[in-house]
């Protein structure tokens, strides 16, 4: 019977150290895996010229950073053939938007021949860019069957960029994010809120509220809208 008790405190005695040895392989996985991250992350970005690890996430009222400016961007269907364009490229316009969609996105496969018909009115002083995560073998054919999309007189879109996703923190489609000449990130809202008054609104520099789409923020793990 002393033996048994004694075999019991012992074995008692051990458990606080296995599981602080539980706890701190748990610790170093965690590590581990967000070193892991990291350095995919890098090395995606460094196979795009560009360290967007470094890179902040942006918010309203924040000022793009030069390496976003000058970011070459993969594009599909642009004229001239071009394969790579940069949002340098237009900064002769007073606003650009970033229109982020996909193909698995009924609502975005709806609403982009909207913004193209109404964006295209201004287009001397306005820039659309749709941009899409997905990739040139996903995106060609689609645009060619799609009955929304392929009716969309010039269609192109920048494809394969999940970096401005992440910097501009899009968890949730469709997204459009404007930005101003000056590089300020002025709204990040919803495609449905891109209507011919507050386009005229803005471009007459008067003051636009647009409604601010719902964003997830990882850092403070918050929704707002």
Avoid at 38 to 67: A, C, H, R, W
Avoid at 117 to 132: G, N, R, Y
Avoid at 146 to 155: G, L
Wanted: proline content about 4%; glycine content about 2%; overall charge neutral.
């Amino acid at each position: 019977m002393s033996k048994l008790i004694t075999i019991l405190i012992l074995v008692l005695s051990s458990m606080p150290v296995l599981k602080s040895l539980s706890h701190s392989g748990s610790k170093d996985k965690k590590t581990n895996n967000s070193k892991l991250n990291t350095v995919t992350l890098q090395f995606q970005s460094m196979e795009k010229g560009i360290d967007y690890s470094n890179l902040s996430q942006l918010e309203v009222g924040d000022t793009i950073p030069l390496e976003l400016w000058n970011a070459s961007l993969q594009v599909i269907g642009y004229p001239e053939e071009r394969k790579t364009i940069t949002l340098n490229d237009y900064k002769d316009k007073k606003f650009i938007v970033l229109d982020f969609w996909s193909t698995w996105c009924g609502t975005c496969i709806f609403t982009l021949p909207k913004t193209f018909e109404t964006l295209s009115k201004f287009s001397d002083q306005i820039a659309l860019i749709p941009i899409t995560n997905q990739t040139k073998d996903i995106i060609a054919p689609f645009v060619l069957k799609n009955k929304y999309v392929s009716a969309i007189p010039n269609f192109y879109s920048v494809i394969n960029n999940q970096y401005y996703m992440d910097v501009f923190k899009i968890k949730w489609m469709p997204r459009v994010v404007i930005i101003n000449n000056e590089g300020v990130v002025i709204a990040i809202t919803k495609p449905a809120f891109i209507v011919e008054e507050s386009i005229k609104d803005l471009l007459d520099n008067r003051f636009v509220e647009f409604p601010q789409a719902f964003v997830w923020d990882d850092r403070s793990l918050n929704i707002y809208c």
